[in-house]
């Protein structure tokens, strides 16, 4: 088992540096480029949804935390914005609380797709937290070889 954190502003430049963060601490899990790809998307719709949504333009911190366990990772990323006053509403596609901009409220349902395993938890004034996690297969048979 492997762990990180990072902590950064909610800057749109920051985004680029988050995902490829966390690519690069996924590397020794063999990912296949495809895999790394859905990885790398996710935390980008995460971070995003930080920046635009969870900070609404304002300036505040987002913590990301990784993970390796075997096969998978897994990755905690936070806010301390404004919050989700209906998360369940907010997990369906097309649904986006800046309506008249051009958003496409698919952030979540890319974060439900890309990873095995996705959740949500917010609180309203509080910010919000995302949780993912991905099993990676590609690397499995390689791993497999190189351990005997």
């Not at 800057?11 to 990885?39: H, I, K, M, Q, Y």
């Not at 907010?90 to 409220?105: D, H, K, M, V, W």
């Not at 979540?108 to 996705?118: A, G």
């Amino acid at each position: 088992m492997n762990e990180m954190q990072l902590k950064f502003l909610s800057r749109s430049e920051n985004e680029v540096f988050a995902r490829n963060a966390v690519a690069a601490f996924a590397l020794p899990l063999e990912p296949s480029l495809s895999e790394l790809s859905d990885v790398k998307t996710a935390v980008s719709e995460a971070v995003t949804n930080c920046i635009v949504h969870g900070y609404a333009g304002g300036e505040g911190w987002i913590t990301v935390l990784c993970r390796t366990d075997g096969d998978r990772l897994e990755l905690e990323i936070s806010d301390e914005g404004k919050g989700i006053e209906d998360v369940e509403r907010a997990l369906q596609p097309f649904y986006t609380s800046l309506a008249g901009e051009e958003r496409s409220g698919m952030g979540f349902t890319i974060m439900q797709t890309f990873m095995t395993e996705f959740s949500v938890v917010s609180e309203v004034g509080k910010g919000t937290r995302v949780r993912m996690s991905k099993r990676f297969g590609a690397g499995a048979p390689q791993r497999a070889a190189n351990a005997q």
